[in-house]
């Protein structure tokens, strides 16, 4: 995987921009990085290729990337596995519990990567913000190799020592470039993005593959307010999920052939393990009002105990998003949540028996040849039917 070994920090003027709320006053957004200043010293204590400028994607670098947002300053930082960009400005804290308890660990981690680090006082200002989520994107990242048994791969390595490794197994996780993610305060600005790389209309959120095979992440944190999600916490569990579900769309360069229960299932664990209470990828139209709608064990267990929940078999055909009524999204959460309990080797084959490509066959011969796959893939795997799983957890559940 491609990437450069070179850093770059140009000193600019700062460019004023908004803090949140509809009342905020202006903020000034540096472009040199108050933690690091751009050091080469400083960024490798922190784990990062560049700030910028680099290469975003076929045809395009940062400096393009940044006219076609028309957002002024954007935030650069290039990780082993990730390209992010952010236009996030500054964020108060919300007096909010299990947030600031997670901050609090966060932070103890990024001290001793920031090689200028100064503790956040009541509120994160941008540079702050673009290091935990360069951070988070990591972090997440590291758990989904852990879990599926792959070694952590730096990316970028070059020379005859990563040819070795990408012989030694064929079945790598990372599409052919480095994930790349744009984290916006406005949604007018990543709407512009989405229009200009994939002819797309502005969303909260969205992902695609970009020129050259990388796949994408875009987050606007203005559309996530509008949807009910004010907390930073909220945004780092649709990072997460999202995350994630670029991690299966272009695993083995499989390229969106992930069956969608276990895509929405893993994406929605890697969102609960952030902060339980928030699962946008579940839900159509922002956040759910009531108090417990994020409890779904005791709500997974009455649809066991009333024999209300989809099969698993029933799960294999589900085709899209439209095919998962709100109940679906409980149980393909909880039977994923129930396999990842298994071992990674095991984990290892069935992920790679499940986003196995259907080739040239015809078109209307898929979604028979998607579901003999996935039933292959769980017998090398596990030794099981999906029949034999759902008993067992059933059982579980109940238990």
Request: aromatic share 10%; hydrophobic share 40%.
């Amino acid at each position: 995987m491609p990437a450069s070994a070179l850093f770059a920090l140009v000193a600019a003027a700062p460019v004023p921009a908004q803090t949140q709320g509809p009342d905020a006053k202006v903020e000034v957004l540096e472009k040199v990085d108050p933690y690091t200043k751009g050091e080469k010293e400083a960024l490798e204590k922190a784990g990062y290729v560049s700030l910028g400028p680099f290469e975003w994607c076929e045809g395009m670098r940062t400096d393009d990337v940044q006219e076609t947002l028309g957002a002024g300053t954007v935030l650069w930082i290039e990780t082993a596995h990730f390209k992010l960009g952010s236009t996030l400005v500054s964020y108060s804290f919300n007096n909010d519990r299990l947030e600031q308890k997670a901050l609090e660990g966060e932070f103890a981690r990024l001290k001793t990567k920031l090689a200028r680090w100064q503790p956040p006082h009541n509120k994160l200002d941008p540079w702050m913000r673009a290091h935990l989520y360069a951070q988070r994107l990591e972090d997440v990242y590291a758990e989904f190799t852990a879990e599926f048994g792959f070694a952590p791969v730096v990316g970028g390595k070059k020379g005859p020592a990563a040819a070795a490794e990408k012989s030694a197994d064929p079945s790598g996780l990372e599409p052919p470039q480095k994930f790349r993610v744009l984290l916006l305060d406005k949604t007018s600005s990543l709407g512009r993005y989405f229009k200009s790389a994939a002819d797309r209309e502005a969303k909260p959120f969205d992902r695609f593959p970009l020129a050259g095979g990388s796949m994408f992440l875009g987050v606007s944190e203005e559309g996530l307010r509008q949807q009910g999600y004010d907390l930073d916490a909220a945004m780092h569990c649709v990072i997460a999920s999202e995350a994630t579900r670029n991690f299966v769309d272009g695993f083995c360069n499989s390229w969106f052939t992930c069956p969608v229960w276990l895509e929405y299932g893993l994406a929605h664990v890697a969102a609960r393990r952030v902060d339980e209470r928030f699962t946008p990828t579940a839900v159509a139209k922002g956040r759910v009002a009531e108090v417990d709608d994020w409890k779904w064990e005791p709500r997974v267990k009455g649809l066991v105990q009333n024999n209300a929940a989809p099969s698993w078999t029933d799960m294999l055909g589900w085709g899209k998003w439209e095919d998962m009524k709100a109940q679906s999204h409980l149980v393909a959460w909880s039977r994923v949540a129930w396999l990842l309990k298994r071992k990674p080797s095991e984990l290892k084959v069935f992920l790679v028996g499940m986003v196995r490509p259907p080739g040239d066959r015809p078109e209307e011969d898929h979604s028979r040849i998607g579901k003999e796959q996935q039933a292959a893939a769980a017998k090398a795997a596990f030794g099981k039917t999906f029949e034999e799983l759902d008993a067992q957890w059933k059982k579980s559940v109940v238990r």
